[in-house]
């Protein structure tokens, strides 16, 4: 049978003697390698063809006791701080600042917000209470600023003039507050806006337009069924005070289960669960968590499903592809099953070897689904076809697996190469995918020539016998590469140079938030801190040995450009104690006993509160009318206009409604004032600050018992930018070389990666040149099987900077990766010319030509699933693995050719 008789897809090598043998030395080489892989497929079929029933028996007990092991025991560690070696110094570093202050690793941030400073409060304590009591699941509960020792010294953290600003306006307050005390209620507040109004140098101690503002805003709510509060902070001390803050954050570190694949899930469970019943308390307070563990665990879910999807669209469209190719139900079932059993005993095998999947090995079922269906595809292909011939089953099994056997021995040769390239870097995240992913190539070699070929055996397929068939493309489209190679070899030639000269504006991304979703919880409200300066989680830390070196080198630090601030204990130590404290303390005698015994709402009925509305509308009316052109008449009209609405709707209503409306509106403007009041009291009661004054869970995060000092070291711009961070980093690391943190994590991570992408390439072209010149024993055709690779690397790095798409942690693999993957269609094509004879024939019109085709589509259909995963970096992935599948196959197709055609003369 000719060769141009055979099926349109068929095995992507035929790798017969006269195929690969084109000098004495080569047929030598070849004939010592042929006959020692004919002594072992001559093993395999004495041993496994004749038990084929006890062999898939034997396997499928093996599949149970791999996929047990692996439920039970396989663990993801999404932890990007591990996927590189921690031998390196920056890792180093980085254990020293974690030993010494080990608080602030693997924490939740809670980040609550709120309309006003009051409300801020109240839901912090709420959820501060509810994180204590939930012992079983955190273990400890951190909140800035909160506390006694807060409450009492408060005052002391503000600046000499602003204090001195707020003790004036306290004073002027004073007959204010003493009005109010007496007669807390809508009374009480009307007859001081009242007395404003109609007396002329009667000022209050507030901004009157504001206030009257505010009250029109809650008659407004009131109106609308909406809920309002009035910050009474705000109102006396100023909006844009430090003191006030409607930002507060809670720091947990949870408990964490590492017998359970998911060490937070339970504790972020709980978390979850009480910030959803703190979300119902106060429906306006808005609470979100991020941080380390939420951003692992939210990266882990988005990965696991991620992972899924990819691997089941992979599934779906290799069906496909093997129902186009196979054309045949029975061969695609059975390609799909030892599919199956290969990826649970890799996985198998990745348990029990690592124990765990990163960021990166978790890819490893969509590249096994994507590689290994590749050597069942060869085998059911050239089974078919000696069936066709036709041959009896048992001939064409061994048929098959002698003929077969070689050419993808040889291809999970070189494709492991590629994986295995990774091992020796410092890279650990993509160490262990090339263990896990290199030893699955070996893994899918033996399935497919011992499982297949028992399953195969039992099965009975129907075939034809082969007919011949024409050509899909015209003849000119199968010899175009031979005939205009001048044209190909040029445009080839400019391609490259091209993609040089890109490949200098090639970028990599070290920031592994990019890989994340954007939209998630987590990242987005991290991505929305790095752009505050005081509350940016980006920080640097450095250590000092004592206080001297501690304040030395933050001084320095200081004077630095992309530097905000550089906090030690020390700046916990109020400056200018002496004359604040002797301000609180004439404030204080000043005040008098009010704040003391400042009283909750005052209870008033229904009548008395009507009557204080109706006295405020006849005082603004009156007011209106004498001074129409008052600044404050924008403000009264728009007041006296809510207030008869209000009043109108307040008598349609019966008696009990009319109660709850008017204890509403109170409470809306006065609920809080007790608390504000009581909050100054404290404050007002302030004393000498020192460092041994410090409550301890604030001091042990600046000073540990060893003596060793904490610097925090904040930026003044925003880290979401790349190079804002870098210069961050570079700034600080001059003052202070051991500074780490996450950002200097995140750098360093990033350069080893690059350096061990580089380690990885030139280990994988090494390796796979070596094994070429020893297999071809010819350094023409060991240059030409690499030429497609190197050429399609070049244009798929530069591909990220046409794209935009910048390498990343995750992507970045892909390029040695490519040398494996792209090796065999090198190889089959060089074998193929080699043996071809004729001057007219053309390689595009061999089997060769289609089963490259067929293969690499088969591959990429498995690949090109992750790009439209959720999870980002397997979406870039599994983009640039395609963009580079189909540039090798092209240039396999038409380059190499090109360049070897006259190998046929």
């Known amino acids: 049978m000719s060769v141009t008789d055979a099926p349109r897809f068929v095995t992507k090598v035929e790798v017969d003697a006269d195929l690969i043998t084109s000098t004495r030395n080569q047929r030598l080489t070849m004939k010592k390698i042929a006959e020692a892989f004919k002594k072992l497929l001559n093993s395999l079929e004495n041993l496994f063809l004749a038990h084929p029933k006890m062999l898939i028996f034997l396997t499928c007990i093996a599949c149970g006791f791999s996929l047990y092991y692996t439920l039970e025991n396989l663990k993801i560690n999404t932890d990007t701080t591990n ?70 010294n408060s005052l002391l953290y503000l600046e000499l003039d602003d204090l001195q600003k707020l003790a004036a306006k306290l004073t002027e307050a004073q007959p204010f507050i003493g009005t109010l005390s007496k007669d807390n209620s809508l009374t009480g507040l009307f007859s001081i806006i009242e007395l404003a109004l109609t007396t002329n140098d009667r000022e209050l101690p507030i901004d009157l ?21 009035l910050s009474w902070q705000q109102l006396m001390f100023g909006a844009d005070q430090d003191l006030l803050t409607t930002r507060r954050f809670i720091q947990l570190k949870p408990k964490l289960d590492y017998s359970k694949m998911v060490p937070a899930e339970q504790s972020l ?52 592809a093997l129902l186009i190719g196979l054309k045949s139900l029975k061969l695609t079932v059975v390609t799909l099953i030892v599919l199956l059993m290969g990826l649970i005993l890799t996985s198998g095998f990745a348990t029990l070897a690592i124990g765990h999947l990163n960021l990166i090995s978790i890819s490893f079922a969509v590249l096994y689904i994507g590689i290994g269906v590749d050597y069942a595809i060869q085998m059911c292909l050239r089974y078919r076809e000696l069936l066709q011939e036709p041959l009896p089953q048992k001939q064409a099994l061994t048929g098959a697996i002698r003929k077969v056997g070689p050419s993808i021995s040889l291809c999970a040769i070189t494709t492991s190469v590629g994986f295995f390239s990774f091992i020796p870097t410092a890279y650990t995240g993509v160490s262990e995918l090339g263990i896990i992913a290199g030893t699955g190539m070996f893994i899918a070699l033996f399935i497919s020539l011992t499982v297949l ?189 809510d207030l008869e609405q209000y009043l109108v709707k307040l008598e349609s209503k019966s008696s009990p409604v009319k109660k709850v409306m008017l204890e509403n509106l109170q409470s809306s403007l006065l609920d809080t004032l007790p608390d504000t009041m009581n909050s100054l009291f404290k404050g007002l ?40 961070m870098k210069e961050f980093i570079t700034d600080v690391r001059k003052l202070a070389p051991s500074a780490t943190d996450l950002p200097v994590i995140y750098l360093e991570t990033g350069n080893a990666v690059v350096k061990a992408f580089f380690q990885a390439l030139i280990g994988a072209l090494l390796a796979i040149t070596v094994v070429l010149l020893i ?22 790095g530069a591909s990220t900077v046409l794209m935009n798409n910048p390498f990343n942690f995750a992507n970045i693999i892909i390029i040695p990766l490519l040398f494996g993957l792209g090796a065999d269609g090198g190889i089959y094509i060089i074998h193929r010319l080699r043996g071809m004879t004729g001057k007219n024939d053309s390689v595009l019109r061999t089997s060769t030509a289609r089963g490259v085709v067929f293969s690499s589509l088969t591959t990429l259909c498995s690949l090109v699933s992750m790009s439209f995963t959720p999870h980002l970096g397997l979406a870039s992935m599994g983009q640039l693995l395609s963009i580079g599948l189909v540039l090798i196959m092209i240039c396999t197709l038409l380059v190499l050719p090109a360049f070897a055609g006259r190998l046929r003369a």
Not at 209 to 229: H, N, S, T, V
Not at 775 to 796: C, E, G, S
């Open 453 to 641: 070929p028992a399953m195969l055996k039992l099965l009975s397929l129907d075939i034809g016998k082969a007919t011949a068939s024409g050509y899909i493309f015209p003849d000119w489209v199968y010899r175009f590469p031979m005939q205009h190679r001048v044209i190909i070899q040029s445009l080839a030639v400019v391609f490259t140079i091209a993609g040089l000269a890109l490949l200098t504006q090639v970028r990599f991304d070290f920031n592994p938030l990019n890989l994340r979703d954007p939209n998630s919880e987590s990242v987005a409200t991290f991505r929305e801190l790095l752009k505050t300066k005081d509350t940016s989680p980006m920080t640097l830390t450095v250590l000092a040995k004592d206080k001297t070196e501690a304040l030395a080198k933050a001084q320095k630090l200081k004077q630095l450009d992309p530097v905000e601030n550089a906090i030690t204990i020390f700046d916990f130590v109020p400056v200018n104690q002496e004359e604040k404290i002797a301000l609180i303390e004439e404030l204080s005698l000043l005040m008098g006993l009010h704040l003391t015994t400042f009283p909750p709402l005052h209870e008033d009925s229904i009548a008395n509160h009507t009557v204080a509305l109706k006295n405020l509308q006849k005082t603004i009316g009156k007011k209106l009318a004498e001074q129409p052109g008052n600044p404050l008449s924008d403000s009264l009209r728009k007041l006296r206009e």
């Open 83 to 152: 996927i590189i070696s921690p031998d390196l110094p920056f890792q180093q570093d980085r254990q020293r600042f974690l030993k010494a202050f080990p608080q602030d690793d693997r924490t939740i941030l809670v980040v609550v917000d709120a309309k006003s400073p009051e409300q801020t409060t109240r839901a912090l304590s709420y959820l501060g209470q509810q994180f204590r009591d939930e012992k079983q699941h955190v273990e400890s509960v951190y909140i800035p600023g909160e506390g006694a020792y807060f409450d009492k």
């Open 775 to 796: 297999i071809q024993r010819n350094l023409k055709d060991t240059f030409l099987i690499l030429m497609p690779l190197l050429m399609a690397a070049v244009l798929t």
């Open 209 to 229: 337009k504001f206030l009257l503002d505010k009250i029109d805003a809650a008659l407004r709510a009131a109106l609308e069924g909406k809920d309002y509060q």
């Open 269 to 320: 469970k709980a978390v979850r669960t009480i910030v959803k019943n703190a979300g119902q308390a106060f429906p306006d307070v808005s609470v979100r968590l991020t941080g380390e563990v939420v951003l692992e665990q939210e990266e882990m879910e988005s990965l696991e499903h991620s992972a899924f999807v990819a691997s089941l669209f992979s599934i779906v469209l290799v069906c496909i």
């Open 685 to 724: 009661q302030a004393s000498d600050v020192s460092i041994d004054s410090l409550p301890e869970e604030l001091s042990e995060r600046w000073l540990n018992k060893d003596g060793i000092y904490r610097i925090m070291i904040f930026p003044s711009k925003d880290l979401n930018d790349l190079g804002n």
